[in-house]
């Protein structure tokens, strides 16, 4: 009977986890570092000019666009970036920071913390259409 009581418990547990991944509202937890002015004018992965007083952020995986809500876990400062870039290409960190958005939640001091990184928004269709592949136009013989 116990058994049947912790098993239904883990169920519904496991049931509201994915719930919460497939809806977006999700957060995990990991390493945060920045970038900053050094990178200025350069194009991000997405095309556009890299900008370190933007709120703007790299991940490795998330669509460019996409809104993520970054909290500073020994400060509980937050900030709302977008994701335009590839990254952090360091092994242990999680997402990288404009050097603005890093003022923001205050890390400049420390250059690396532990964020709580949430999605708060799908990218837009405009920037759906930045992810893929540009069309070349046909080769002329």
Same mark, same amino acid.
């Given at each position: ?29 990991? $390493? ?33 666009? $996409? ?11 937050s900030v709302v970036v977008r994701v335009t870039d590839r990254g952090p290409h360091k092994r242990g960190r999680m997402i990288d920071l404009s050097y603005g958005a890093a003022k923001a939640v ?36």
């Amino acid at each position: 009977m116990g058994m049947r009581i912790i098993s239904g418990i883990f169920t519904f547990s496991m049931i509201i986890i994915f719930m919460a991944m497939v809806s977006g509202h999700a957060e995990t937890l990991g $390493t945060a570092s920045f970038y900053g002015k050094e990178l200025k004018g350069y194009r991000t992965a997405n095309g556009e000019r890299f900008n370190p007083a933007g709120l703007t952020a790299a991940h490795r995986s998330l669509p460019f666009g $996409t809104k993520l809500r970054v909290t500073n876990l020994k400060n509980h400062r937050s900030v709302v970036v977008r994701v335009t870039d590839r990254g952090p290409h360091k092994r242990g960190r999680m997402i990288d920071l404009s050097y603005g958005a890093a003022k923001a939640v205050g890390m400049i001091e420390t250059g690396t913390t532990r964020v709580s990184v949430a999605k708060i928004a799908a990218p837009s269709l405009a920037s759906e259409k930045a992810n893929a592949q540009p069309k070349l136009p046909p080769r002329r013989r």
